[in-house]
């Protein structure tokens, strides 16, 4: 009986944790712990085991010199010495993490059609090469025209979309591996918005894509 | 079992530690910011040199990032919902994480600093985060005891830093087998249950 993952697995929870995930699989992350309770618990408790870990370790002393650099510093540190972290905010679908890449809304960004049921907007490249974007689904429309070459990270947020598996709801994480025949469909009610995070390139699997696919192929390897 | 109801009694350093903060945020007292560096510096430089061994350097610079945050960050630390330890060890790790993306080869544009929370009052509902607190105790005990396959495993991801893949390269193990032993581990400290 199959039956639909809507949670990071606890490992990819702990890499997250441990900062050790690549910055486009963590901004998945992020996006779906603003919506989920249970796995924000699960993250404060994975980062105590961090703090344990580190405690453990033998401790390697600093110097005088550091310790008086810094003494000397405080006075003249402002907060504009750090990055500021802007608040989660209740009022916007649009997560804190996201908000680096989307200034106003979903609306303004420059969608582009992909299908006659998708269309996407590309946010950024991490540094592993996995393509960050947006993917906007009409409602009741498919998204099946890609399968891909690594694994591909989704989290929903705006709307919902079903697959044989079963139905997937606003902040809902997900990870599809290569073999993945999936055929997700938006709900009719309305359109879905979802976070993607592919790590190769995305492979198409119409007719005419199929041909198309080695040249795509080749142009990452 | 009974390790899990009873409430745990922070050690009397933590408390000292936590006084030490409450004096930085309300006094700006420098004396007790030198004690947290006291207590602090030689771990952090530990965490750095635990993924860049011999790197004396990076780990002094990872010491400045923390201290000064703890220093402008003082006052929005609140002892009863956070551990100062765990507060620490996420200030550190969120400066590590920033400071190898702002040095990678491959650069990137994702800015991680909205993606980790700094403040332990958002995120998890603050009840639920000071009944976590019992299970501290039991997690340092559980650690203790772990076989050391798995105990290995967690210092690569935590503490090195290293990605599955990275673990799996450097034990000579299947990718599959590195994620089920992080999985058995975290089984085994119970931090997985949500209660
Ligand atoms: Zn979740």
Redesign the pocket.
């Given at each position: 009986m199959s039956k639909s993952i809507?949670?990071?697995f606890e490992e990819l929870l702990a890499a997250y944790s441990a900062g050790s995930l690549p910055l486009s699989q963590a901004l998945c992350i992020s996006a779906?712990?603003e919506?989920?309770e249970?796995?924000a618990q699960k993250l404060a408790r994975l980062n105590r085991v961090g703090s344990e870990l580190m405690q453990q370790l033998k401790p390697a002393s600093a110097s005088d010199e550091l310790k008086n650099r810094l003494l000397d510093s405080l006075d003249s540190l402002t907060a504009d010495d750090l990055p500021e972290q802007r608040p989660l905010s209740t009022d916007s679908s649009i997560p804190r993490c996201l908000h680096q890449f989307i200034d106003r809304g979903y609306d303004d960004l420059p969608w582009k059609r992909v299908s006659s049921d998708i269309q996407s907007v590309e946010l950024c490249r991490d540094s592993n090469g996995a393509k960050v974007e947006l993917l906007k689904i009409k409602p009741g429309g498919s998204a099946t025209t890609h399968t891909h070459l690594g694994d591909e990270y989704t989290v929903i947020l705006e709307g919902s979309f079903s697959d044989e598996a079963g139905v997937y709801r606003e902040g809902d994480?997900m990870v599809r591996g290569t073999e993945d025949q999936h055929t997700p469909v938006a709900t009719q009610d309305r359109e879905c918005i979802c976070l993607a995070v592919t790590e190769g390139p995305v492979q198409f699997t119409g007719l005419f894509s199929r041909m198309l696919n080695p040249l795509i192929r080749r142009n990452y390897a | 079992m009974s390790s899990m109801t009873k409430r745990s009694i922070p050690s009397d350093k933590l408390v000292a530690l936590g006084a030490c903060m409450t004096r930085v945020a309300n006094d700006r007292d420098k004396s007790a910011f030198a004690e947290l560096f006291d207590h602090y510096a030689p771990q952090i430089r530990a965490y750095s040199l635990a993924r860049e061994p011999g790197s004396d350097l990076v780990a002094d610079e990872l010491v400045q990032e923390v201290m000064t945050r703890v220093w402008l960050k003082a006052s929005s630390y609140n002892s009863s919902l956070a551990n100062l330890n765990t507060w620490i060890f996420t200030l550190a790790r969120n400066c590590r994480i920033d400071y190898l993306r702002r040095n990678s080869r491959y650069a990137t544009e994702i800015d991680p600093t909205d993606m980790f929370n700094e403040m332990a009052d958002e995120g998890p509902d603050p009840f639920q985060l000071a009944q976590q607190s019992r299970a501290e105790e039991s997690i340092r005990e559980g650690l203790k005891q772990l076989p050391r396959e798995q105990s290995e495993i967690l210092t690569k991801v935590y503490l090195e830093g290293k990605s599955h893949q990275q673990a799996s390269d450097e034990l000579k193990l299947p990718l599959g087998t590195v994620k089920s032993r992080v999985r058995l581990a975290l089984k085994k400290l119970e931090v997985l249950v949500v209660r």
């Open positions: 809507t949670h990071p779906h712990l919506h989920c249970s796995c994480f | -």
